[in-house]
């Protein structure tokens, strides 16, 4: 099956404007979270959205928000961005059973701001 | 406050080698422990869970509650082992994982 996708790959925006990341899901998951990854934080949680309600938030300003459509698939936006904003922003999307639990990230979007 | 340490940055080993990469957490409940592994140029992928107590690759990881570890262990390392391991918590039932600042694994032929 296909592996979660995440456009695009790469950004370059300047101090000041806003962004928006997409997620697509495996098919079948439903819960999609959102991580920062940078050299000197390391990985950090943004958010979690299942069947399109936020479950979970991380400590980040306003400024970083999300939303789920009905078919999973996940966006992140980004406004106002700083030069501290530029980083790796990686979706995961996951599906738990009774018996097992499935997890897979996708490739990234490296966002860098100047 | 919930905290994953991993107080290696880098461990180097010879294959066939013991490898024991640690982890250690702070957290007052019950949590979920998980440990991720990203080769290089690929995506960070789930390694194995505390909650299944499955091997994975030859990696096994026990959480010791009276230490707060979490420690992966594989008693013979192999060259295709080397890559970037983290140390992840999950504080509730949600996908909100806290992760540590990882170990490269280095294993030399």
């Known amino acids: 099956k296909a592996g979660v996708t995440q456009t695009p790959r790469y950004l370059i925006k300047t101090r000041g404007q806003q962004v928006t990341l997409s997620c697509s899901p495996i098919?079948?998951?439903?819960?999609v979270s959102w991580y920062q990854q940078t050299p000197g934080q390391g990985l950090q949680f943004l958010f979690e959205?299942?069947?399109?309600?936020?479950?979970n938030k991380g400590n980040f300003p306003g400024r970083f928000s999300g939303r789920q459509f009905s078919n999973s698939r996940s966006e992140m936006n980004v406004s106002t961005l700083e030069l501290g904003d530029s980083a790796l922003y990686l979706c995961?999307?996951?599906?738990?059973?009774?018996?097992?639990?499935?997890?897979?990230f996708g490739p990234g979007t490296r966002l860098t701001v100047t | 406050a919930q905290r994953v340490t991993q107080p290696e940055k880098l461990l180097s080993v010879f294959k066939g080698a013991p490898v024991e990469l640690k982890c250690n957490y702070s957290?007052?409940?019950?949590?979920?422990l998980f440990w991720y592994v990203q080769y290089s140029r690929q995506r960070l992928q789930l390694l194995l869970r505390h909650i299944s107590r499955e091997s994975i690759k030859g990696f096994t990881a026990d959480l010791n509650k009276g230490e707060t570890s979490f420690h992966l262990k594989k008693p013979f390392a192999q060259e295709e082992d080397s890559a970037m391991y983290y140390c992840a918590l999950d504080p509730g039932d949600t996908d909100k994982l806290i992760f540590g600042t990882g170990t490269r694994l280095q294993v030399f032929p």
């Open positions: 995961a999307s996951s599906r738990t059973s009774l018996s097992s639990y499935e997890q897979y």
């Open positions: 959205y299942f069947s399109e309600t936020q479950r």
């Open positions: 098919s079948g998951h439903r819960s």
């Open positions: 957290y007052s409940g019950s949590p979920e």
